[in-house]
């Protein structure tokens, strides 16, 4: 097997992160990866921003917590806050829609969501821990325009990262049997 196919099988989501955060060097090899993801008339319609430290997770908390209703209970507000808290850095998946007369907009978000999965492979077998969350945080419109995204753009994820405190019991992983059929039988 290869050392791609080890990494793949080997790979699990990581809730449970902690300082240090992946340094530049394994970033930007991270994203280069990312950048390897098939792209229909080589659009590149994804960007990445990346949120570290306690000041920049800190104000993403804020803006989190800014979505809620004016009634909300303090409770809610303040777990919105120290959401982003849970790891030392963030990476917000972006997918920048153009308009093009043979690619869809659902296949510009496909191939960033293809870009995500790469970088979260990436920082694995770099040794980090990773989760992509979403939420109803990532369709808010709120998030959207307090990251700065522009009407033609969405998010598609927050790449929770660092390394990893403890690990998560493993995920039972279907048998392709379970989903593979041959076309006609
Ligand atoms: C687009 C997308 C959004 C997700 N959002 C969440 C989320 O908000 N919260 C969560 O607990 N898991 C979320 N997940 C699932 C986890 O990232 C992870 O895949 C899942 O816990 C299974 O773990 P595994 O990656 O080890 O198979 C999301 C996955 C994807 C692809």
């Known amino acids: 097997m290869t050392a791609v196919i080890d990494a793949l099988l080997n790979r699990s989501s990581e809730p449970r992160l902690t300082a240090p955060a ?29 949120i570290e430290g306690e000041e920049a997770l800190t104000a993403l908390g ?41 690619v869809p907009e659902v296949e510009q978000t496909m191939s960033a969501a293809v870009g995500m999965g790469y970088l979260l492979l990436a920082l694995e077998a770099a040794g980090f821990g990773g989760m992509w969350r979403t939420g109803s945080l990532a369709y808010n419109p709120g998030i959207a325009k307090g990251l700065g995204l522009a009407d033609h753009e969405m998010i598609i994820g927050f790449l929770y990262t660092g390394s990893v405190s403890s690990t998560k ?11 593979v059929r041959r076309w006609p039988q």
């Open 169 to 179: 019991p493993g995920v039972p992983r279907p048998d392709p049997d379970e989903f």
């Open 62 to 102: 804020e803006l989190f917590a800014s979505t809620c209703d004016d009634d909300a209970p303090e409770k809610a507000r303040e777990k919105l806050r120290q959401n982003p808290l849970r790891a030392p850095m963030v990476i917000v998946g972006i997918t920048s829609h153009q308009a093009h007369p043979k």
């Open 22 to 50: 992946p340094d530049s060097e394994t970033l930007d090899k991270a994203f280069a990866c990312a950048a390897r993801a098939p792209d229909h008339a080589l659009l590149r319609p994804w960007r990445y921003l990346v």
